[in-house]
């Protein structure tokens, strides 16, 4: 899912309505907690929609749900990006990038694809932030409404 450039080359996700498509979304981002499994506290902004870029936005939609943990004591974070880029795989996940980004602070990040979850998601470990957190991106293919429907 992440070899796309837009998202027009954003596989499919199949049909849904936007409020099923939030609710995966939102327990794709709970299961991602619990493999943190760390302590501490998640923001609670819910998922959002998006349009599919290139497709009718009454009958297309991508979802994305943005959220940061913050443990307990920040020194739970040590190893959490290599334990994850172990347990992912067996919970469906396939790595497709791991190691420190290009910003200036070289935050360590995991994107993993979920290919029957249909959905994306980026990890970063922002050890330089007072106090040190994880930012996750989750997003998920383009779904389709059921004929008659139109996105919410």
Same mark, same amino acid.
């Given at each position: ?34 493999? &943190?499994?760390?302590? #501490?506290?998640? $923001?609670?902004?819910?998922?959002? =929609? ?5 497709? %009718?936005?009454? +009958? ?34 396939? &790595?497709?990038?791991? #190691?420190?980004? $290009?910003?200036?602070?070289?935050? =360590? ?5 979920? %290919?029957?979850? +249909? ?34």
């Amino acid at each position: 899912m992440t070899d796309a450039k837009d998202s027009d080359s954003l596989p499919s996700a199949g049909v849904s309505t936007t409020s099923d498509a939030l609710d995966a979304a939102e327990k794709v981002s709970s299961e991602l907690y619990d493999l &943190i499994g760390l302590k #501490g506290k998640a $923001t609670q902004p819910g998922p959002g =929609v998006n349009e599919c870029s290139g497709k %009718d936005p009454e +009958k297309y939609f991508t979802t994305f749900h943005a959220w940061t943990f913050t443990p307990a004591s920040p020194e739970q974070l040590a190893g959490v990006m290599e334990r994850l880029k172990a347990e992912m795989p067996k919970h469906g996940w396939k &790595i497709v990038d791991f #190691g420190p980004d $290009t910003s200036q602070s070289k935050s =360590v990040t995991i994107t993993a694809d979920n %290919d029957a979850r +249909k959905h994306s998601v980026k990890i970063a470990h922002w050890a330089n932030e007072n106090p040190p957190k994880l930012n996750v991106f989750l997003v998920s293919g383009c779904y389709q409404v059921p004929e008659g429907d139109k996105v919410d």
